[in-house]
Nanobody, 121 residues
Framework: QVLLVESGGGLVQPGGSLRLSCAASGTIFMLYDMGWYRQAPGKQRELVATVTRAGSTNYAGSVKGRFTVSRDNAKNTIYLQMNSLKPEDTAVYYC???????????????WGQGTQVTVSS
């Protein structure tokens, strides 16, 4: 199995910054696309940003220009640098990876347990 562990969440004032990390471990043959999603209370989970293995990125319109997603393939780790945070960014942030655990296994989605980000004065 694949384990994704997020870190870096917390409480920050509006306009502040946070950096989230997510490390993948376990039986991993190949990590393909990785990404960050978030879920605010009473809302559906939504895409924040994704990054391919080659480094191509995609962002939700609401975070474009403020958030930067990156990854370190050697460390099986994805990052999310969040700047100019707003109260509406408050949510639980989840890490996702599309992973193959062996050469003959299918591509599967794995999720982290989530990390809380709260933007408030």
């Amino acid at each position: 199995q694949v384990l994704l562990v997020e870190s870096g969440g917390g409480l920050v004032q509006p306009g502040g910054s946070l950096r989230l990390s997510c490390a993948a471990s376990g039986t991993i043959f190949m990590l393909y696309d990785m990404g960050w999603y978030r879920q605010a209370p009473g809302k559906q989970r939504e895409l924040v940003a994704t990054v391919t293995r080659a480094g191509s990125t995609n962002y939700a319109g609401s975070v474009k220009g403020r958030f930067t997603v990156s990854r370190d393939n050697a460390k099986n780790t994805i990052y999310l640098q969040m700047n100019s945070l707003k109260p509406e960014d408050t949510a639980v942030y989840y890490c996702n990876s599309r992973t193959v655990i062996s050469p003959t296994a299918p591509l599967e989605d794995y999720w982290g347990q989530g990390t809380q980000v709260t933007v408030s004065s």
